[in-house]
């Protein structure tokens, strides 16, 4: 009776009279304080563990736009002009504005003019005279456009007087005009609705209030295509291949 409860759970010696020189030695070398017994309870624990990462910030756990080729090619665009001449109605370019298919601002700049301006048309363009200090040259802007633009399909309205502006030519199966799209037109399929109109029809939305603004249009025209993508898309497939456009 008096050895059976000598040894404890784990076959350490409960009475310390009988420690063999052996146990001694053992215990002599052994940093107690910092042993962690490699359990087979342990072992489980750091399976479990493996591999488990530390707990991501808000903004990386939420969903992200999704992106693919197509998506990557879509680039909305739009331009804001001032007036130059003696009648004031000959265009210059005054801002551009391009945005990507998430809608967030890829170039935005006011542009420095080539020539006396006679009508900063501010009212309608947001452009004042001090919003081109220091803005780049003509040249320098329509080389970033070019390079931007090359090889996307561009989205706007009435696209091809910012093309004219900006003296840039784009293939026209790369072109989508908000002003163009048949679908778009709201009663008379021969009028060409004004983007105010059709953002406020298709997206419930006031836009140019007070003057306008590139980025706000650019935006503007993006969403309402993507609105119809699925159907612009196929009826130009369509076109393309001659086949009858959908309904």
Not at 23 to 47: C, E, F, H, P, Q
Not at 201 to 216: A, G
Request: proline fraction near 5%; charge should be positive.
């Amino acid at each position: 009776m008096e050895t059976e409860n000598r040894f404890s759970l784990f076959g350490y010696p409960n009475d310390k009279k009988e420690i063999s020189k052996n146990w001694k030695s053992a215990l002599g070398k052994m940093d107690l304080n910092n042993v962690t017994v490699n359990t087979l309870l342990n072992k489980r624990r750091k399976k479990r563990t493996k591999g488990v990462s530390k707990i991501k910030p808000k903004e990386e756990c939420e969903p992200k736009p999704k992106q693919n080729k197509k998506t990557l090619r879509l680039l909305a665009l739009d331009t804001e002009m001032v007036g130059t001449g003696l009648s004031t109605e000959e265009n210059m370019l005054g801002r551009v504005s391009i945005v990507d298919y998430n809608g967030d601002v890829v170039y935005d700049t006011y542009v420095s003019p080539t020539e006396p301006i006679t009508d900063y048309r501010t009212k309608y363009s947001g452009i004042t005279p001090e919003s081109l200090i220091g803005a780049p040259s003509y040249t320098e802007v329509q080389y970033r456009v070019a390079e931007l633009i090359k090889g996307k399909i561009i989205i706007g309205h009435s696209i091809n007087n910012d093309l004219r502006v900006l003296k840039l030519q784009h293939p026209a199966k790369d072109i989508r005009d908000s002003s163009l799209y048949k679908p778009l037109r709201l009663k008379n399929p021969k009028q060409k609705p004004s983007l105010r109109i059709l953002a406020k029809y298709h997206l419930n939305r006031e836009i140019q209030k007070d003057t306008h603004c590139s980025i706000e249009d650019a935006r503007s025209c993006l969403e309402i295509y993507k609105k119809f993508q699925s159907r612009w898309e196929k009826d130009i497939s369509c076109r393309m291949y001659k086949r009858k456009p959908t309904k």
